[in-house]
């Protein structure tokens, strides 16, 4: 039953794999729980679903966690119920714990300027590497849009790429001069030594940014070498990809760039999740009016 869920939503909801894979682990979850009760998982009733929530958020997982978890729990019954598997769906209206939005942690600009300067650009691989943190900074991209980028995405002379997002949908993001001055010299420098390496070819992956085999470059090596290159600039907080998304948008909205905007190029299908970004600000309001007010 789990199984035709996913395969449901990879068909036709088109989810990301690591969506997918994050549904999978959830749903494993309650598999195990109905195991231990001895329960079909199509048999748990409303008393032992509520029992499941309270397990996970006992269990250490943050109310973020539990709150997609339970979002699966209600998808694989409504999928269940539509399907005639169960009479009644038990998981109509199970809510998940209040998930308070956390601050989205960024870089100082200083921080952003340390860590892309890091990669050794005399190397084809140092040029992508600089190429995709330039790149990603400007734009704000999801790392899965950056690594999924093609050749034919890019109109470097008229400023602007298109990517696509969450949900198949494509979305159009201004590039600066800075950005595509790099990708342009890796592209010219950089991936024809690196596609030249794999074994069928120009490129096995048909993508940009490809790996040191000339194949698709994946998300969790990129997150590495980021990792790596924070390490490397002295940054003792958290470096990853996604940090560079949050500076993008804090710092385009520290400058007085309009909401919507900002919404826009992120990929945010609901403004109310830009929204996190004025909590940053506002934060930030706070420390220089306490520091700066005569009566503070």
């Not at 198949?168 to 030249?196: N, T």
């Amino acid at each position: 039953m789990i199984d035709s869920y996913l395969d449901h939503l990879r068909v036709e909801r088109r989810l990301a794999d690591h969506t997918l894979e994050s549904y999978a682990r959830d749903l494993r979850a309650l598999a195990g729980f109905a195991a231990d009760a001895g329960v079909a998982v199509e048999r748990l009733d409303r008393r032992q679903l509520e029992e499941f929530v309270r397990r996970q958020m006992s269990s250490g997982l943050s109310p973020r966690s539990v709150a997609r978890r339970v979002a699966a729990v209600r998808g694989l019954y409504r999928f269940l119920s539509i399907g005639g598997r169960v009479s009644r769906n038990p998981a109509d209206d199970l809510h998940p714990p209040r998930a308070w939005p956390a601050l989205p942690k960024g870089l100082a600009l200083d921080e952003v300027e340390r860590l892309i300067e890091q990669p050794e650009v005399a190397t084809p691989r140092g040029l992508r590497d600089r190429a995709m943190l330039e790149l990603l900074y400007a734009t704000g991209m999801r790392v899965s849009e950056l690594i999924g980028l093609r050749a034919s995405d890019l109109h470097l002379d008229d400023q602007y790429l298109t990517c696509i997002g969450k949900g198949s949908k494509e979305r159009v993001i201004p590039i600066g001069d800075h950005a595509a001055d790099w990708v342009r010299r890796y592209q010219r420098q950089g991936r024809p030594e690196l596609a030249r390496r794999a074994t069928v070819g120009p490129g096995r992956a048909g993508r940009l940014f490809v790996n040191a085999r000339g194949g698709a470059l994946g998300r969790v090596g990129f997150w590495k070498i980021v990792k790596g290159y924070g390490r490397r600039a002295g940054i003792t907080g958290v470096v990853s990809p996604h940090v560079l998304r949050h500076s993008f948008a804090t710092h385009l909205l520290e400058r007085g760039a309009d909401l919507r905007a900002i919404q826009m190029m992120l990929g945010h299908a609901d403004l109310s999740t830009t929204e996190i970004y004025t909590h940053v600000l506002e934060a930030r309001l706070r420390t220089v009016y306490d520091r700066f007010h005569p009566r503070a």
